[in-house]
């Protein structure tokens, strides 16, 4: 079962660094190299710098930014901009904010979690579960990270079946509600607040409870799995297969939130398509077999209500079926694929049944049939940017999907399969930099090269 494990939190000090916001950040893969500049000119010890180092002319195996970020770590805890906690805690946390705008709710929500540490288990042998594929690179990087700096910077994402909200209650309970530990409002307008709970009774009532959930990972797949592979190279320099004792990578950070938390937010990721498409006539052939037409035409001026009408529609008629939004640079008019009943997948795999997965065989597979269209795909949460790309001439097409359902996430995992690449966007994403989980005293930074 699910290991949950209080953790010795290292977080910035405010009478170092000044207001918080000013130096945390968003999670590093959805930071641009514009946003990445701007983060570092911000504050001289924004988290940017640890998490997501810029590289320099001359860089070479001994000096690179991940040798400079084990340097700032522990000039920052020498100096006292990062302070490490004196005793165990979990931090609750809390995200208020409001969806984008192509999402169908719209209201203000607040999403609700804590951070801890969780032991590290392999796939497939324990109780937590990925659900998307991975790629190489990315592992690669945050490997080189994890060896020069020996911490946690941002937490990995899981989420837990929590039906009668009894893990939140218990921590809510052991709060002063209105005396948070860190709050601010972010960039993005989000009010960000952080409590530390370190009733050892609260921490023993909240370490069993979790212990017999499975948790499902929902952001964060290339670090859980570098985690992993970190684990296993301390272990073969130590000359043991397992760790008789519990050693600091055995864990990892984590921001766990329940299944069925009312301020989770799934949003779809689009796809649009960059290189050349058939004209609207030809792609009625090539995908009328599986799909039937419904077309929203539009002009100039009536364009925007009618973009409305067919995002509602999209919608809704996504509730009971598998339909994709289709829009065409040069085209006048917005048009909702409908799946064909005879073409639902009739096979019994979770994973196969998703809509990212029917709208990858039966029309990405058509559109783009080669590697080289597939990876020029561009990719985005947000409905009107999407069609606003199409439109400025950024895309050639548009393909909209509804959002994957938090139950078919859990259908996948747990059947042991994985979804197709960039299959969901859970939001809002934790920000990195409110709780860092350094490892122990003897595991000071060193610097190391590049792999």
């Known amino acids: 079962m699910a290991s949950i494990l209080p953790l010795q939190g290292t977080l910035y000090n405010p009478a170092v660094v000044g207001d918080i916001r000013h130096v945390v950040a968003p999670p590093y893969d959805v930071i641009d190299a514009a946003t990445q500049r701007a983060l570092y000119e911000r504050h001289p010890q924004n988290i940017v710098r640890l998490e997501l180092g810029l590289d320099e002319l001359g860089d ?24 490490r906690d004196s005793q165990p805690a979990v931090y609750y946390h809390t995200i208020e904010y409001r969806p984008p705008a192509g999402d169908p709710g719209g209201a203000m929500r607040t999403l609700k979690g804590f951070l801890a540490t969780a032991e590290l288990e392999e ?74 709970v370190t009733n050892p009774v609260v921490l023993d009532q909240l370490v069993a409870a979790m212990k017999s959930k499975p948790l499902f990972i929902a952001d964060g797949h290339h670090r859980y799995e570098t985690a992993l592979t970190y684990r296993q190279l301390r272990r073969e320099r130590a000359g043991v297969s397992t760790s008789i004792a519990r050693q600091p990578y055995d864990s990892v950070l984590m921001l766990f939130t329940g299944l069925e938390d009312p301020g989770l937010t799934v949003l779809p990721t689009h796809r649009v398509l960059s290189t050349a498409v058939p004209p609207v006539q030809r792609l009625q052939s090539l995908l009328g077999e599986a799909f039937e037409f419904h077309a929203f035409p539009f002009n100039s001026a009536d364009e925007p209500a009618v973009r409305r009408r067919f995002l509602q529609a999209l919608r809704e008629r996504g509730q009971s079926a598998s339909v994709f939004g289709l829009a065409c640079r040069n085209a006048d008019a917005y048009t909702i694929l409908a799946l064909r009943p005879q073409h639902r997948p009739a096979t019994a795999s979770p994973r196969d049944r998703l809509d990212v997965s029917i709208l990858q065989r039966q029309v990405i597979a058509k559109l783009c049939p080669t590697q080289r269209e597939q990876e020029a795909i561009l990719y985005t949460k947000d409905d009107d940017e999407a069609l606003d790309w199409v439109r400025q001439g950024t895309g050639e097409a548009a393909l909209l999907l509804n ?49």
């Open 123 to 196: 796939f497939g042998t324990g109780h937590i579960y990925p659900h998307e594929n991975t790629r190489a690179a990315a592992k690669t990087d945050r490997l080189n990270l994890l060896e020069a700096c020996r911490a946690n910077f941002s937490p990995i994402w899981a989420l837990y079946s929590d039906p009668d909200g009894s893990i939140i209650a218990l921590l809510e309970r052991a709060v002063q509600a209105d005396k948070p530990r860190i709050e601010f409002q972010d960039d993005a307008g989000f009010r960000q607040r952080l409590w530390a």
């Open 60 to 83: 070479g195996p001994t000096s690179n930014k991940y040798t400079r970020a084990a340097a700032w770590l522990k000039d920052w805890l020498r100096t006292g901009a990062l302070r």
């Open 403 to 451: 959002p994957t359902k938090v139950g078919e996430v859990r259908a996948v995992a747990s059947a042991g399969e994985r979804m197709p690449h960039k299959s969901t966007y859970f939001f809002p994403k934790p920000l990195t930099g409110l709780v860092i989980n350094v490892f122990e005293e003897g595991e000071r930074p060193e610097a190391r090269g590049q792999r």
